[in-house]
């Protein structure tokens, strides 16, 4: 292995070790390593839940299923875009309160952010 090559796969173990090391700041049902490249199938809701249907297959780290969402209330979600990919994703908590933003790009490479703020959820992998 070249000396840039070493260094490289040096500093990348030092960011997923910070990584790891702030896993505590996430709740247990968080999706710690990412999402990204999922491919979100369907968003889904009515008065008493909103429902995501993923395929993870690609997804470069975790695998999710479904993620499902009460005592929500919808900030942003893109009318236009048909087929969508979970790109990345923040999660916020205030006063028992979260607020998910994940950042999605589509098909004709369009991106936009869909917005969830809720209160309660059930991740459900495979």
């Known amino acids: 292995m070249s000396k840039k090559n070493k260094h490289v796969s040096a500093n990348l173990y030092k960011r997923y070790e910070k990584l790891l090391n702030n896993d505590n ?15 979100i199938l ?10 995501l249907t993923l395929n993870s297959n690609n997804a470069i780290y ?3 299923n479904k993620i ?7 900030m942003h979600i893109p009318e236009d875009m048909k087929k969508i990919w979970w ?6 908590n205030q006063e028992e309160t979260y607020t998910l933003k994940i950042n999605v790009v589509d098909d004709n490479n369009n991106d936009d952010t869909i917005v ?6 059930e991740v459900i992998r495979p």
Not at 25 to 39: F, M, N, T, V
Not at 43 to 51: C, F, H, N, Q, T
Not at 87 to 92: E, I, R
Not at 116 to 121: L, M, R, T
């Open 62 to 64: 975790e695998r999710v």
């Open 87 to 92: 790109m990345c994703d923040k999660l916020d």
């Open 116 to 121: 969830i703020q809720f209160q309660k959820i």
């Open 25 to 39: 700041k996430y709740p247990d049902w968080y999706w710690k390593r990412g999402l990204h490249d999922a491919e």
């Open 42 to 51: 369907s968003i889904d809701y009515d008065y008493a839940k909103l429902v």
């Open 68 to 74: 499902i969402f009460r005592e929500y209330k919808i």
